[in-house]
């Protein structure tokens, strides 16, 4: 049974985002020149825990930084939006990076050096198992190691906490921890990598999350971009609209979402409005540059209506 309790804990990956926005994206071989560069603190678990905080939760956030100005850098900023980094761990290893390539229509690609955050153990989660038990909604994404993202959904399950898996960066994973997840939030080719299902359509996506929830969760919120998200709960499935809007830069837009997402279940709202309210949210980042320079707070987004 979940417990009623608001504080988020976001466990998962700290990186500096080194970007560049250039007229288009080089493909392979190729040197685009004219960009404009720009550095920022990112990360999907960094970037989920300040969308969260700003947005109006009460949050907390464990990763692991190396021992250098990149981790302190990451560390400071986190502290100044207010999260708790009081179990933040550090590592012998770099902190974790990504170079980011951004084309004129908003579109990226990005190459990540996981660094520290691959560093992140069973073990550490062990020694933060209280921590877990304590929160009330745990958020978790897949830029640390797999195994240690599944101690901590189990950890996390056993004392009745509610877990939100963003699966990303898409990847096949242990049925089991399928069964310790309480809501998946996949866009539609993480949803095809992990049930096997080619997606192509509404109905072949309905029948990916048909496989999955055979696997153990029951709750999906499937992004698809301009197309807006699909929300699969008890049994229905409800289409969300996207905002019209004019895309600048979608870096950090999915993490956005998924952490307005958490804050609104925290306040007892629906899923299918809590959809509707981080759909609002992600809408605004897209309009932006950067990762975490991009993600609103909580008076700029709003109320949204079914």
């Keep these: 049974m979940q417990k009623a309790n608001k504080s988020i804990l976001v466990i998962g990956s700290s990186n500096t985002d080194m970007t560049i ?22 990360g999907k678990g960094a970037n989920q825990a300040v969308a969260a905080k700003r947005l109006g939760g009460d949050v907390s956030f464990v990763c692991k930084v190396g021992r250098d100005i990149f981790g302190d850098k990451a560390l400071e900023t986190y502290k100044n939006e207010g999260i708790d980094i009081s179990h933040a761990m550090r ?18 690609c990005i190459s990540v050096a996981s660094g520290a955050n691959g560093d992140i153990t069973p073990a550490d989660i062990d020694s933060i198992a209280d921590v877990i038990r304590s929160a009330g909604f745990l958020i978790l994404q897949l830029e640390i190691p797999v195994e240690s993202v599944l101690r901590a959904a189990k950890i996390a399950h056993e004392a009745g906490v509610y877990v939100i898996l963003n699966p990303a960066p898409a990847c096949i994973l242990p049925r089991e921890l399928f069964r310790y997840v309480s809501l998946m939030t ?36 499937v992004t698809l971009g301009s197309n807006g ?20 830069d979608t870096t950090a837009a999915g ?13 007892g709202k629906s899923l ?18 950067g990762a975490q320079a991009s993600i609103p707070t909580r008076d700029e987004v709003p109320i949204p209506t079914a």
């Design 21 to 42: 926005k250039g007229t288009r994206l080089p493909v392979p071989g190729e040197t685009v020149t004219g960009g404009v560069f720009y550095m920022g603190p990112g």
């Design 229 to 248: 998200v699909l929300v699969f709960k008890d049994g229905q499935s409800e289409t969300i609209p996207a905002l019209k809007v004019d895309a600048v």
């Design 255 to 267: 993490d956005t979402f998924c952490g307005a997402l958490c804050v609104a279940l925290s306040e």
């Design 186 to 221: 996949p866009n539609q080719s993480e949803a095809s990598l992990m049930s096997g299902c080619e997606v192509t359509d509404r109905a072949s996506l309905a029948k990916a999350v048909e496989v999955l929830q055979g696997y153990g969760v029951q709750d999906f919120v």
């Design 91 to 108: 590592s012998d290893k770099a902190s974790g990076s990504a170079l980011i390539l951004v084309g004129e229509r908003g579109e990226n």
């Design 272 to 289: 299918q409005d809590a959809a509707r309210f981080a759909t609002a949210a992600a809408a605004i980042t897209v309009q932006r540059k």
